[in-house]
């Protein structure tokens, strides 16, 4: 195949559009709570900056650590199933996101959750980042893959600031002068955000059989 042919090859590849639309999702979920975090933990709670700013580092720490250990733990226990992996940790950044959204209250909890959310946003951003699209592809087709990926996740990151806005204004009540916010269904709309996320990768475990499959078949004609 010709390095175009491949390219094409890649974009119309369903299971590349699927790592793709879930890079939306994390890019939504992971810029939601960067731009917003802070304000919901500030109105919802009377947290202070300083208070609510210690929360979110934590996800960065986290996060840090996450992006290290990332193909140490694919490789070693997912035994360097991507996407497996990429499903597990998925579910631990949505746990982490609930008990943000819904232990807010309590700030060991909520820092907690904030570390959980981070550590496994550290491992969805290595794999949905672009490596589990370029698994799909041949290698004269990395980079169109890659252009995909990321190309969705920029859009997923400035679409949430509207998105977010929106319904920060729809939840705005004024009581005697004093604005009030519901976070209920910003926070419904972040982890719909992870979980979405999640499921766009689970049609990719199908794409892998198959090609494992395919190179099985390959192997025993030889």
Partial sequence: ???KEAQ???IKNPFVWCVALSAIFLGITRYSMDSWGIIFLEEQNNYSVVVAGSILLVTSVTGAFGSIFSGIISDKIFKSRHAVTSIVFGIIMAIGMIGFCKLSYNKALCMASAAVYGFALGIELSFLGGMLAVDLVSQKATGAA???VGLLAYIGATSQEVINGVLMDMSKKVINGVVTYNFGII?????????????MVVPVLFAKK????????SVTNV
């Fill in 1 to 3: 195949k010709t390095t």
């Fill in 8 to 10: 094409l090859e890649a």
């Fill in 146 to 148: 890659m252009g995909m």
């Fill in 187 to 199: 926070n419904a709309f972040w982890i719909f955000s992870v979980s979405a996320m999640t499921l």
């Fill in 210 to 217: 198959k090609k494992k499959k395919k190179t099985d078949n």
